[in-house]
């Protein structure tokens, strides 16, 4: 019988490498970030098109805004991280409904826009540091007479499907018992045109956006926000999961950034027409200087 033990041992040897293969595979992949780049010489960024000014595509094609710029100071530091002459940022534009998508399957390696952390999120992608803070409002005529969530009762109200934005709205709308007819719309800029035609009532997202929608407006005095805000919705660079050492590429960048305060100047050159940061994004910079 030793032939039929030597196929035996043999065949259980195989299994066994099979397996330690198997297992092994996740760990190759979860490194292959850093590794790929380095090879390429090439990064992939996503951005919102329609995310001004955090992210924006100009009439030249140039991607720029808050949260580009961020993304291509830590582009800069990955590239000095692994020593490379040079580093190639690939764009591709994504939406609300395929962003975490094209993360998490790979055609983008950061997604640079107004993308909320949240742990249903985290199911499918990882998430940077905190790179901006915000709060869900609704962007409203001053003539309407809705200032307060509870007026939303009974009016049309466009939103993004598939945002937090959505969640949040549905959940405060049920806990005061308000019934409101809620429109989906493809992106914001499609939300202030419904509510400039006079085809909806508001217009719910990120109060930072909603100020910079108002912005473009004809007449910006005519629109006004909701006094309180119905959502806490801290933005995040999206990663794909099970990715630590690019994770920390990507965080040591933002620490490098916070602690040496050149994101004041980000800041002030995206977003300082919209208003001072406030204590809230003030103490999220702080919090996020973690120590070396």
Known sequence: MPHRRAVVTRVRAAAFLILVAALAAPAADAASTLERIRSD????????????????????????????????????????????????????????????????????????????????????????LPTFVDGGSVLTAVTSKLSRFADLASHKIAFIPGTTTEKALKRQL????????????????EGLALLTAGK??????????????????????????LDTDFS??????VLR?????????????????YSSGEIDSIFYRWLAGLGEPGPLLNAMFYLSTLPQ
């Open 41 to 128: 010489s090439s990064i992939r960024l996503g951005y919102r098109a329609g995310a001004a000014p955090f992210s924006f595509k100009e009439r030249d094609g140039s991607v720029r805004g808050y949260s580009v710029e961020i993304c291509t100071r830590v582009v800069a530091s990955i590239q000095k991280q692994l020593g490379i002459s040079s580093l190639r940022i690939e764009w591709s534009p994504v939406d609300a409904g395929d962003r975490l998508d094209s993360v998490a399957k790979g055609k983008i390696d950061i997604e640079c826009g107004t993308t909320t952390i949240s742990l249903s999120r985290y199911e499918k992608v990882d998430f940077s």
């Open 174 to 189: 049920g806990v005061i018992g308000a019934k409101a007819d809620l429109v989906p719309v493809k992106d914001g800029l």
């Open 241 to 257: 999961r099970d990715d630590p050492d690019f994770r920390l590429a990507v965080n040591r960048a933002l620490v490098e950034l």
């Open 232 to 237: 806490f919705e801290p933005y995040a660079l």
């Open 200 to 225: 909806v009532d508001g217009y719910a997202s990120d109060r930072i956006v909603l100020v910079a929608l108002r912005a473009t407006t004809a007449d910006p005095a005519h629109w006004q926000l």
